[in-house]
């Protein structure tokens, strides 16, 4: 009887050293998930404040450009029509921004849908040096794109990859870079 008791007792002292190490890794799993929600927190914070901070920018815009048209009834024309396009502009700033939330909720609860295919990295790159075409005329640069391979395919969502910042950002800043397999240069033109 005593050898079954000390069976039994190994046995159960197994058991009980598994079982406190699932728990052990347990709580190591539990606390490094609480660490990821507490960074993954302070960023939600840090965002809700930027956020908070960029929407009112226009707001108080549209708000001040408003008011001084509705109490200034003899505003000359010129200035009326200048209040009304900053009011417009700030107005079309303000939904760009509204929307960039409802996009990143929309992927952050993984609702957008992405349609990747094969394409050429040159096709979107196009794309773009055609859409900043006239500022970089307007500003004296040049741009210089040498990709390699030339043929080389990737799959990714191409609509995703055109959509362009909001058209009132600054979309074009002298600067170098430098990719992995090809580069892109801009600079300026007899300045």
């Not at 927190?41 to 815009?61: A, N, Y």
């Not at 760009?96 to 952050?108: A, I, M, P, T």
Request: hydrophobic share 35%; with cysteine; charged share 30%.
């Amino acid at each position: 009887m005593s050898d079954k008791l000390r069976n039994s007792k190994a046995t159960l002292d197994a058991y009980n050293r598994r079982l406190e190490e699932q728990v052990r890794q347990r709580t190591e799993k539990l606390r490094r998930a609480y660490d990821e929600l507490q960074v993954l927190d302070r960023m939600k914070d840090g965002f809700l404040s930027s956020i908070s901070h960029e929407i009112r920018t226009p707001i108080s815009s549209i708000k001040a450009f408003g008011e001084i048209l509705m109490t200034t009834p003899n505003i000359e024309d010129a200035e009326r029509e200048e209040f009304i396009g900053i009011i417009l502009t700030e107005s079309h700033r303000l939904e760009g921004l509204v929307d960039k939330v409802f996009e990143l909720v929309r992927l952050e609860s993984g609702e957008m849908p992405f349609a990747y295919s094969p394409t050429l990295p040159s096709e979107p790159i196009t794309d773009a040096l055609t859409a900043v075409h006239d500022a970089v005329h307007r500003k004296k640069l040049e741009i210089c794109v040498n990709l390699q391979p030339p043929n080389m395919r990737v799959h990714w969502d191409r609509a995703m990859i055109a959509r362009r910042p909001h058209r009132h950002q600054p979309a074009l800043h002298p600067r170098r870079g430098a990719g992995e397999r090809g580069r892109s240069q801009t600079r300026s033109r007899g300045a």
